[in-house]
């Protein structure tokens, strides 16, 4: 299985962005995974934004809660990231990870079967 993220590189302040994970190898419908969104913002580390079920459950960081969505497509095998009034501080380099457990908070590469290569996104007028 291999995870390629997509979207817009550049965003502005207050305006929505919009990420996809494109999942390829395999169908998402056949497998049970566990879909991940981290993102890094420059010089800090790994944070961890949420995860959706195979059966399509989500988990969400508390601080994030209030501004994040995080779907699956399966007909278009994806995974969707939406993340509301972003700011400054939401530029980052976004990767989508997956995992056969769910492990809450997972920010190192080995907590997941497969991450993608990332996409960076700048937020700024």
């Known amino acids: 299985v291999q995870l390629q993220e997509s979207g817009p590189g550049l965003v502005k302040p207050s305006q929505t962005l919009s990420l996809s994970c494109t999942v390829s190898?395999?169908?998402?419908?056949?497998?049970?995974?566990?879909w991940a969104w981290i993102r890094q913002p420059p010089g800090k580390g790994l944070e961890w934004m949420g995860v959706?079920?195979?059966?399509?459950?989500?988990y969400y960081s508390p601080s994030l809660k209030s501004r994040t969505s995080i779907a699956r497509d399966t007909s278009n095998n994806q995974v969707t990231l939406t993340l509301r009034s972003v700011t400054p501080e939401d530029t980052a380099v976004y990767y989508c990870a997956a995992s056969k457990t769910l492990i809450m908070s997972a920010t190192t590469k080995n907590q997941y079967d497969t991450w993608g290569q990332g996409t960076q996104v700048t937020v700024s007028s």
């Open positions: 959706i079920s195979y059966s399509g459950s989500t």
């Open positions: 190898g395999a169908s998402m419908a056949t497998l049970f995974y566990y």
